[in-house]
């Protein structure tokens, strides 16, 4: 007769497994710490680079080709690649992760912000002008306001990508959760890929309805309008 099968989950190897978020819930919280980190900080640099890139192109009508040809052609790029072509710039660090992310995340910001920017009706603009307001406090009393319901959707739609693609650092080993992935795939440790897999799932929705709610609170005549 075989032996019975053990009772620790751990030991059986199952993909469910309470015993493994017990043991290893301080790996596990610094997985996801370092996951946030590597989530938000190239999607703050890229916010502060799309946003110029994005009025810039409104301003002047021959930069918009150009700034929106080259961040789709950064976009295009495989991930492995992107890291391959940033590698003896940054070495194996967390900043060559950062500065792929930045990369990929400024396609979405600077479309959909420019997109916002450009629906701004016109003759809202010159009752602006009409009233005295100077182009720095157009840009940033009436431009920018009225295109936040565009530009969130685009930082939503990139921060989920983020959370995705910051596993594919686990390649230099700053992945986040996904180093927890990645040396489960090698290990075949079922629970820890489950767990990994689920907490970025997690991760991307709780970011999702979080940057939702804060485009509702900045956005409240969007609420008034569709109420």
């Known amino acids: 007769m075989s032996p019975p099968a053990p009772d620790d989950c751990l030991a059986r190897n199952t993909w469910i497994c309470g015993e493994y978020l017990t043991t290893r819930r301080h790996i596990l919280l ?14 703050a640099l890229a916010l502060a680079l799309a946003v110029p890139l994005a009025v810039l192109a409104r301003r002047l009508r021959w930069a918009a080709g150009p700034v929106l040809a080259v961040t789709t052609i950064l976009y295009t790029i495989p991930s492995l690649a992107m890291f391959s072509l940033l590698l003896p710039v940054y070495g194996l660090s967390a900043s060559l992760v950062v500065a792929g992310l930045v990369l990929y995340s ?22 602006a002008r009409g009233m005295g307001y100077g182009p720095v406090r157009l840009l940033l009393t ?3 306001p009225l295109a936040l319901p565009a530009a969130m959707a685009g930082l939503r739609i990139a921060t989920v990508s983020a959370v995705s693609l910051v596993t594919i650092g686990a390649i230099v080993g700053f992945g986040g959760l996904g180093n927890l992935i990645y040396a489960g795939m090698n290990t075949y440790f079922k629970a820890q890929v489950l767990t ?8 991307a929705v709780a970011a999702d309805l979080l ?17």
Do not use: F, K, M
């Open 30 to 43: 610094d997985a996801v710490l370092e996951h946030l980190q590597l989530t938000a900080v190239p999607l």
């Open 106 to 127: 400024l396609t979405l910001l600077v479309r959909n912000i420019l997109a916002g920017l450009r629906a701004v009706p016109e003759e809202t603009r010159q009752a």
């Open 142 to 144: 009436v431009e920018l």
């Open 196 to 203: 990994a897999s689920v907490l970025c799932v997690v991760i």
């Open 211 to 227: 940057l939702l709610g804060v485009q509702r609170l900045l956005t409240p005549w969007t609420r008034a309008a569709g109420s």
